[in-house]
């Protein structure tokens, strides 16, 4: 038999042999740590999930607590405005910027209704003009 065949022949029953062999091996040795690093990847993701779904909980919470003290504001607001039965044109024009600012954000409800009611009183002359 020529040697290149015979060659041939044994590098190929080598391979038939040996590369199962030497896959089982790479399993057995690298497999628990390729599982390893996939779990530690997925404990990633989920840690950074949770951080990202916290900091949404944390964003809704600030959110609330501003609509919460701009409606008390625009409330006293009214309040005070009420009481003279008129308003300046500052105390309007702040009202005016607040409102516009809880309306942007999502605050509804009756501020509505007490927005109309600022806008319907009537006006105060400036200091100058008091005189």
Known sequence: MNPLVLQ????????L????LVVAIMVKLFGRRLDHFDEKRELARVERAEEKKREREQQEAERAIVLAIA???LLDNYEKCAAVVSSTF???SVYS???SSY??????GIIDTIAER????P????DSEKQ
Request: proline content about 9%; charged content about 30%; glycine content about 8%.
């Open 8 to 15: 041939i022949i044994v590098a190929g029953v080598m391979e």
């Open 17 to 20: 042999l040996v590369a199962p």
């Open 71 to 73: 409606r008390t504001m």
């Open 90 to 92: 500052e105390e309007r």
């Open 97 to 99: 910027v607040l409102y």
């Open 103 to 108: 309306k942007k954000d999502g605050g509804n």
């Open 118 to 121: 600022i806008r319907k009183l």
């Open 123 to 126: 006006l105060e002359p400036p």
